[in-house]
């Protein structure tokens, strides 16, 4: 089969798009590993089906590297909308995506009928540690002591739709080994259907810098969910106060996170890199 595809990239999270409005893709699990391979395939942090859906504009399944489904990805469904935007499934300003977190509403940022930047809202926080899931007592964790590979960390934990570990360091996230240090948050027993783990560094009074481990995927170059969840884990850790726009610096590029009582809408680039034809 010959099936055509989109490459695009929310701040260097770049991902392979189908569109399953037009095209039937089977088996997304085994594609994934093999067309996300960066010198033998087409390469991407692992492969996005765009489906018809019953209850929004579209459908997003996301699947990572290694084939594991994801439930959500904050820069994925940026693209989403950019590209039921662009085809013009949904020429509107607002749009909507399901995903296996529930819909997610996107306000579109066009210029000339081609959408350059979307804001998504997250929805709230989870902080229930059996709802993240993470094998930890009390009703929420902010600022624990944890052991990891025999170190110790500070690590808030929280869910965007994935689990999230936040790690707030003065140390400098270039100098991690996050090659080393990485697989080992994701497969520790703590964590029952693993963890997306960032490594955060406060810069300035409106700023992160971040480096993300993420399950399935290993380094990407941004993690939208974990940009939202680093934000999160600040502002309840008291580095910042709720309702501000705060940058997170991130291999890939930046997002702009706002954290309130309504819940953290997400801003960033969504960007189309190209398109071609793949046969499977």
């Known amino acids: 089969m010959k099936i055509p595809f989109w490459k695009m990239h929310g701040a260097g999270n770049d991902y392979i798009y189908f569109d399953c409005f037009k095209h039937n893709v089977a088996e997304p699990e085994k594609l994934s590993v093999v067309l996300s391979h960066r010198r033998f395939s087409i390469g991407g942090d692992g492969v996005i ?49 399901e995903t296996l977190s529930g819909v997610k509403k996107l306000d579109i940022h066009a210029e000339n009928g081609v959408a350059r930047g979307v804001t998504v809202d997250m929805g709230k926080p989870e902080f229930s540690p059996g709802k993240i899931p993470v094998y930890l007592p009390d009703d929420r964790v902010i600022a624990r002591e944890i052991e990891i590979g025999g170190e110790s960390y ?89 309702n501000r726009d705060i940058t997170v610096k991130l291999k890939g590029g930046e997002l702009v996170i706002r954290y309130g009582a309504e819940g953290v809408r997400m801003t960033g680039g969504a960007v189309k890199s190209f398109e071609g034809v793949v046969e499977v």
Not at 53 to 77: H, I, P, Q, W
Not at 206 to 211: F, K, Y
Not at 233 to 238: H, L, T
């Open 49 to 97: 089906l765009i489906c018809p859906s019953e209850k929004a504009d579209a459908k997003m399944r996301m699947f990572n590297a290694d084939g594991s489904e994801g439930k959500m990805c904050g820069n994925g469904v940026r693209c989403v909308g950019k590209y039921i935007y662009d085809v013009g499934y949904a020429k509107k300003d607002s749009v909507t995506v």
């Open 154 to 242: 500070t690590a808030s934990f929280v869910s965007m739709g994935n689990p999230h570990c936040v790690i707030i360091d003065e140390k400098n996230p270039d100098d991690i080994d996050i090659e080393k240090i990485g697989p080992k948050f994701e497969r520790d027993p703590m964590f029952p259907e693993g963890v997306n783990t960032e490594f955060v560094s406060v810069k300035g009074q409106n700023a992160l810098d971040m480096r993300v481990w993420e399950r399935g995927s290993g380094e990407t170059w941004a993690c939208g969910t974990g940009a939202c969840a680093a934000v999160v884990a600040a502002v309840e850790n008291g580095i910042f106060s709720k």
